[in-house]
């Protein structure tokens, strides 16, 4: 009989789950979500207030049909960076120097300003101070790179830098 009453009783790890009294989403949980939601804190403050991980308020917010308004923005990038001590972003410099390139020379038709490469290099020649627009189909038996002065700060001369830079209207 002793091995019968021990074939009956299951082992804790086989019983049925129990509703546990330490659920994740208490009503007062999803009462503070919802007012700290309202009062427009970030997933992760939620999260640290209530005890919770981020992804639990993510989920719950999606369950729940809560969602920002576009109003409601990040703050500028730029402060951001700022703040943390990191350099800026050289896009606008070169943007800068392509534009002042641009506009110092008129803008002639590629009929009226043809480019003179008369200092064609290889690939072994080419440094930082020739042209590297290239020249010719790559693998072509005369392939080569401009190798005209380039304009500073930029890896081509001004007519190629004219054909790869085009300035648009906006």
């Known amino acids: 009989m002793p091995a ?4 009956l009783q299951q082992s804790p790890s ?17 009462a503070l979500l919802k007012s700290h939601f309202d009062a427009g ?3 992760r403050q939620i999260a640290a207030e209530i005890g919770v991980s981020r992804n639990a308020v993510i989920g719950k917010l999606t369950r729940l049909n809560l969602t920002r308004d576009k109003k409601v923005k990040a ?9 943390r001590g990191r350099g800026g972003n050289p ?11 641009l506009t110092s ?9 043809p480019i003179h490469n008369g200092h064609t290099c ?16 790559p693998g072509a038996d005369d392939f080569c790179f401009c190798g005209n002065r380039p304009v500073d700060g930029l890896p ?3 007519g190629h830098t004219r054909l790869a830079y085009r300035v648009t209207a906006r």
């Open 4 to 7: 019968q009453q021990h074939i």
């Open 14 to 30: 086989q019983q049925s789950p129990q509703p546990s009294s330490h659920q994740t989403w208490t009503t007062e949980r999803v």
């Open 41 to 43: 804190l970030s997933c």
């Open 75 to 83: 703050p500028p990038r730029k402060a951001a960076a700022a703040v």
């Open 91 to 101: 896009a606008p410099r070169f943007r800068a120097q392509l534009i002042k390139v």
């Open 105 to 113: 020379e008129p803008e002639p038709s590629a009929a009226d300003a």
């Open 122 to 137: 290889s690939l072994y020649e080419l440094s930082k101070e020739k042209c590297r627009w290239p020249i010719s189909t």
């Open 156 to 158: 081509y001369c001004p």
